[in-house]
């Protein structure tokens, strides 16, 4: 009967940390999920945000911004260009230029 018990202790005392492990592996992968979908989140509003600079400066003055300086300056959108790399590209003027953000990988 002694054997059952301590072979019993023993699985006992492995469950507890196996189980433990599990679970903090659980909200590791939790965790980076969310930091994941929170930067993907983070470049669709850069590129929302953008778009909408665009939009306002052909509503307002009839042309679409020539560069990207120019919707940072005249249309308050920020950019943390160490984090994000934006290609902007016009074809015409009165064309909605096409807009690419991508994270900075450096």
Avoid at 40 to 49: F, H, I, T
């Amino acid at each position: 009967m002694k054997k059952r018990k301590s072979v019993f202790a023993l699985l006992q005392g492995l469950l507890l940390p196996c189980v433990a492990a599990v679970v903090l592996l659980g909200f590791v992968s939790a965790v980076n999920d969310l930091d994941n979908g929170r930067e993907q989140e983070d470049l669709q509003r850069l590129e929302g945000a953008l778009r909408r600079g665009c939009v306002a400066c052909y509503a307002a003055e009839g042309v679409y911004p020539p560069d990207l300086d120019y919707i940072k300056e005249h249309y308050g959108v920020q950019v943390d260009e160490s984090k994000y790399i934006v290609y902007y590209d016009i074809f015409a003027e009165n064309l909605m230029p096409d807009i690419t953000v991508l994270e900075n990988m450096q």
